[in-house]
T-cell receptor, first 112, second 114 residues
């Protein structure tokens, strides 16, 4: 979706390295969701952010929401091969319950 | 607690046929939404149901329809299948369907149209 831009499109990192994925909206964000997807499989819920400045962490993954910039970042510390997959951000930009607009995804490869 | 269950996981149909996909939400969840995922268009919203009522509908032709039952289970139907309907169809559920709820997805149903 052009309304939600993810960058980079793909990322190859060496195991142990840190990385950041960005998600920028052209419209007001009423909620921002991060998911991970293995190719051809379902989406695994990672985190949901709602308030500007909100930051959440789960294991080695941290997500932040910058409401002013209408942007969210996903940071992985000390990456592992198990982090590999497609990371998708989904946003509620229509203030409509359960109708999320998704970015095109970031393909993450972690080399052992 | 069981997650979102979608059936069938894989299916192959030919052009002109119709298909019905099923989704059982997480127990206690009343909102079910459907998405289509293709390599070209990515994830796109189809429709969302809450308490058996369709609340939102995406920009898809009328060939795509859905319904929700009193036990919150949902089905989506695609009639007169076209090659472009080949996709991964994902179902997601949430507790209340409000803006504040977490949204959980199933494994998807992979539809191939020949």
């Amino acid at each position: 979706s052009q309304e939600l831009e993810q960058s980079p499109q793909s990322l190859i990192v060496q195991e142990g390295k840190n990385l950041t994925i960005n998600c920028t909206s052209s419209k007001t964000l009423y909620g921002l969701y991060w998911y991970k997807q293995k190719y051809g499989e379902g989406l695994i819920f990672l985190m949901m952010l709602q308030k500007g400045g909100e930051e959440k962490s789960h294991e080695k993954i941290t997500a932040k929401l910058d409401e002013k910039k209408q942007q969210s970042s996903l940071h992985i510390t000390a990456s592992q091969p198990s982090h590999a997959g497609i990371y998708l951000c989904g946003a509620d930009i229509l203030r409509s319950a359960r109708q999320l607009t998704f970015g095109s995804g970031t393909q993450l490869t972690v080399l052992p | 607690k069981a997650g979102v269950t979608q059936t069938p996981r894989y299916l192959i149909k030919t052009r002109g046929q119709q298909v019905t996909l099923s989704c059982s939400p997480i127990s206690g969840h009343r909102s079910v939404s459907w998405y289509q995922q293709t390599p070209g268009q990515g994830l796109q919203f189809l429709f969302e149901y809450f308490s058996e009522t369709q609340r939102n509908k995406g920009n898809f032709p009328g060939r795509f329809s859905g319904r929700q039952f009193s036990n919150s289970r949902s089905e989506m139907n695609v009639s007169t299948l076209e090659l472009g309907d080949s996709a991964l169809y994902l179902c997601a559920s949430s507790f209340s369907g409000s803006l504040a709820g977490e949204l959980f997805f199933g494994e998807g149903s992979r539809l191939t149209v020949l």
